[in-house]
Nanobody, 121 residues
Framework: VQLQASGGGLVQAGGSLRLSCAASGRIYGIYHMGWFRQAPGKEREFVATKRWSDGSTLYADSVKGRFTISRDNAKNTVYLQMNSLKPEDSAVYYC???????????????WGQGTLVTVSS
């Protein structure tokens, strides 16, 4: 499975960005796809994930109400719509996929390259 993330950039606080992650390869083994992020000097943390079978979602408390994860099944792509961005949302965002629905890194066996999101104050 290959994951290709895109959509990062520089935005002012209060602005919006949309990240995309396209999956290719042997994707039949994927049960859910989501996003993590890692700020400089910090651990990689869970952001959101979406289960392919029924669309169930999980969000980190820090992004609830501001971020929305969605999918396009035909394109094997998930999106992360990020609204009301804050400087503390600045990080490298990683797309991930796995076969155990959850928020732990161990639930994800596939990782894409990161895309940088910078939110200026």
């Amino acid at each position: 499975v290959q994951l290709q993330a895109s959509g990062g950039g520089l935005v002012q606080a209060g602005g919006s960005l949309r990240l995309s992650c396209a999956a290719s390869g042997r994707i039949y083994g994927i049960y859910h796809m989501g996003w993590f992020r890692q700020a400089p000097g910090k651990e990689r943390e869970f952001v959101a994930t979406k289960r392919w079978s029924d669309g169930s979602t999980l969000y980190a408390d820090s992004v609830k109400g501001r971020f929305t994860i969605s999918r396009d099944n035909a394109k094997n792509t998930v999106y992360l719509q990020m609204n009301s961005l804050k400087p503390e949302d600045s990080a490298v965002y990683y797309c991930a996929a796995g076969n155990v629905f959850g928020v732990d890194r161990s639930s994800y066996g596939y990782w894409g390259q990161g895309t940088l999101v910078t939110v200026s104050s």
